[in-house]
């Protein structure tokens, strides 16, 4: 009976750091530090692109615009992460949401500021920037005023 080739198992934890080059979408994370949220639109299609991207996924062209989303969406579905991944192994369960944009956008943020059976599709949010320890800017969504 043939088990597959050896492996080596290791109980070390293993950290990772990834540095993601952001020349040209750092408009993104300079606006989330302005409290602005903005999204890259094709200059030839037209097509709107959350998170933003250098270049059109659509049709591949490099000319994009830099557009604001505002901060109103409404929620589609959400998840409760009761066990959390390695990468998040420091933090308690927490919730992820994700939110309908006016403009039909979908974004994917951890939802804060309200209890898990409050939520419900059709819920009003509203996207707030924040900033982690480290200094790195972040968003979330909260309940809408």
């Known amino acids: 009976m043939d088990s597959g080739p050896p492996t080596l198992h290791s109980r070390r934890t293993l950290t990772l750091r990834f540095n993601v080059p952001i020349s040209r ?3 993104f994370w300079d606006s989330l530090r302005e409290g602005r949220f903005v999204t890259t639109r094709c200059g030839e299609c037209g097509a709107l692109s959350f998170p933003p991207q250098s ?3 659509r049709c591949m062209s490099g000319e994009v615009e830099w557009v604001d989303l505002g901060t109103e969406a409404e929620l589609v579905t959400f998840t409760y992460v009761q066990v959390t ?3 998040f192994v420091e933090d308690d369960p927490y919730i992820v949401g994700i939110g309908r ?4 956008l979908k974004i994917l943020a951890w939802v804060e500021g309200t209890r898990l059976e409050a939520l419900a599709p059709g819920m009003k949010l509203k996207l707030e ?3 982690s320890d480290d ?5 979330v969504f909260v309940p809408a005023p």
Do not use: E
């Not at 200094?135 to 968003?139: A, K, R, T």
């Open 25 to 27: 979408t750092h408009q």
């Open 55 to 57: 270049d059109c996924a």
């Open 85 to 87: 991944p390695p990468s």
């Open 101 to 104: 944009m006016s403009q039909g």
């Open 129 to 131: 920037p924040r900033t």
């Open 135 to 139: 200094g790195s800017p972040y968003y």
